[in-house]
């Protein structure tokens, strides 16, 4: 089933919407994960909120986070996948929507360290040495912005 493509700001969310994002970034990030972290962080209510629906289930989601809300530089973060959906290339898919979009600003990202490679053939490149969040190595990492084409 081709996925239903959505980009929302925190107020057009309806309450369903909002759970399925919720549910999934706590499948995975805290229960799969086993981090025990705050997800509502505050940051949602002033982010785009980007994600890949089939039928009733989401599929993968990021949040784009403006300038000044989380980091001096705008941000992705969030980024999920499904357990059901992964090996799908449905992450990149997600991460190219999000560029096309987003991407003609520079970008911040707090990537998970293993996913280092991934992100970096994305056009983002390391900026950091690897620190812990949430007990899981991570990096930062920073995308030059990209001219839009149109």
Do not use: N
């Not at 980091?71 to 096309?100: C, F, K, Q």
């Amino acid at each position: 089933m081709t996925p239903t493509w959505h980009d929302r700001g925190f107020a057009e969310l309806t309450a369903a919407e909002l759970y399925a994002i919720v549910a999934l970034r706590e499948q995975v990030f805290v229960v799969e994960q086993a981090c025990a972290y705050l997800d509502a962080d505050g940051i949602d209510p002033h982010c785009r909120h980007v994600w890949a629906q089939a039928g009733d289930d989401l599929h993968a989601y990021l949040r784009y986070v403006p300038a000044g809300a989380k980091y001096e530089e705008a941000s992705l973060g969030r980024v999920v996948v499904a357990p059901a959906a992964r090996g799908t290339g449905l992450g990149r898919a997600l991460m190219r929507r999000a560029l096309d979009d987003y991407g003609d600003r520079l970008l911040r990202i707090a990537a998970q360290a293993h996913l280092e490679r991934f992100y970096a053939e994305l056009g983002f490149r390391t900026v950091s040495a690897p620190f812990l969040e949430d007990g899981i190595p991570h990096l930062y990492m920073l995308r030059d912005p990209t001219p839009r084409s149109w």
